[in-house]
């Protein structure tokens, strides 16, 4: 069972950036897909962007195109998630997930703590 612990959260004001990492104790990492979602203040928990067990297959939220990149390495272990261009309603908790699936999911099987992630105007 594979266990994921973030990091990289924090405050930054509008316009900046943050690289959050998710560590993977698994080392069969490889043979997971691996997600970030986010959740708000009261909203429901949201996909945010994905990345294929080889890294050869993305997919991002509307509201992260352009902005975010989703990267991994497989000798570390662990997915980052590059976040530029960070706007106020980019603050939420965010979370890693992994999944055994080849298939593309909304509800990973794994998941991490979460990193806040504050945005300031």
């Known amino acids: 069972q594979v266990q994921l612990v973030e990091s990289g959260g924090g405050l930054v004001q509008a316009g900046g950036s943050l690289r959050l990492s998710c560590a993977a104790s698994?080392?069969?990492?490889?043979?997971?897909?691996m997600y970030w979602f986010r959740q708000a203040p009261g909203k429901e928990r949201e996909f945010v962007t994905y990345?294929?067990?080889?890294?050869?297959?993305?997919y991002y939220a509307d509201s992260v195109k352009g902005r975010f990149t989703i990267s991994r390495d497989s000798a570390k272990n662990t997915v980052y998630l590059q976040m530029n261009s960070l706007q106020p309603e980019d603050t939420a908790v965010y979370y890693c997930?992994?999944?055994?699936?080849?298939?593309?999911?909304?509800?990973?099987?794994?998941w991490g703590q979460g990193t806040q992630v504050t945005v300031s105007s």
């Open positions: 997930a992994a999944d055994p699936s080849v298939v593309f999911t909304t509800r990973p099987g794994y």
């Open positions: 698994e080392q069969t990492f490889e043979t997971y897909d």
């Open positions: 990345i294929s067990r080889r890294g050869g297959s993305t």
